[in-house]
């Protein structure tokens, strides 16, 4: 069964203090790992997408990185603003480009 | 950037009535839009995948006469809850992938409450 799991749940910073976020994940036939920011009571905006083992992307005070088996989401120097829940989606095989969900994790930066 | 729109952002109805929600892409053309429903704290679960043209395909365990979905164009796919009750409380969010940069988009999400 195809399953994203991230970690931790919850993530308490104070502004300037880098940290990474994990998501492994079990699929088979992975077609991109995805990358969301979170705001409550909106939809999920879109951050980066990985396709390959190696491959890394940045975006500000983010950057993402993905092996095999996870992605690891580094916050440099967080601020406030930063505060979200970060999403980790893997591409669905047997839908198209459906992705499925980990639970999130739930970043809060205080200043 | 591309850009889904999704309406109402909240709605509070009655058990038994049915609610429509709509999912726009405004700036792409998108063949294929899919409905997640989230339940706090909780991730993001796919209840169906709406092709433009043809009959949705539904998730197990998600009743299709009850979450019926229509994507008569290749900009707009509707969620209508069929006589909806208090268990079908959730927020409800639409995404389309945008053909050309094969990205997919979230609209903003509909909170349901039904009383």
């Known amino acids: 069964e195809d399953q994203v799991t991230q970690s931790p749940e919850a993530l308490r910073l104070q502004e300037g203090e880098s940290s990474s976020l994990n998501c492994s994940y079990t699929?088979?036939?992975?077609?991109?790992l995805f990358w969301y920011r979170q705001d409550p009571g909106k939809g999920p905006e879109f951050l980066f997408t990985?396709?390959?083992a190696g491959e890394e992307k940045e975006k500000e005070r983010l950057k993402a990185t993905l092996t095999k088996k996870e992605s690891f989401l580094h916050i440099t120097a967080p601020k406030p603003e930063d505060s979200a829940t970060y999403l980790c989606?893997?591409?669905?095989?047997?839908?198209?480009?459906?992705?499925?969900f980990g639970k999130g994790t739930t970043l809060s930066v205080s200043s | 950037g591309a850009v889904v729109s999704q309406h109402p952002s909240r709605v509070i109805c009655k058990s038994g009535t049915s609610v429509k929600i709509e999912c726009r892409s405004l700036?792409?053309?998108?063949?294929?839009m899919f409905w997640y429903r989230q339940f706090p704290k909780q991730s993001l679960m796919l209840m169906a995948t709406?092709?433009?043209?043809?009959?949705?395909?539904?998730e197990q365990g998600v009743e299709k006469d009850k979450f019926l979905i229509n994507h008569a164009s290749l900009t707009l796919s509707t969620l209508t809850v069929t006589s909806a009750h208090p268990e079908d409380s959730s927020f409800y969010i639409c995404?389309?992938?945008?053909?050309?940069?094969?990205?997919?988009?979230f609209g903003s999400g509909t909170q349901l409450s039904v009383l």
């Open positions: 995404s389309a992938r945008d053909e050309g940069s094969e990205k997919l988009f």
């Open positions: 699929v088979s036939g992975l077609r991109g």
């Open positions: 990985l396709y390959s």
């Open positions: 989606a893997v591409g669905h095989p047997q839908a198209g480009t459906a992705l499925i």
């Open positions: 700036d792409f053309q998108a063949t294929t």
């Open positions: 709406s092709n433009e043209g043809s009959k949705a395909t539904y």
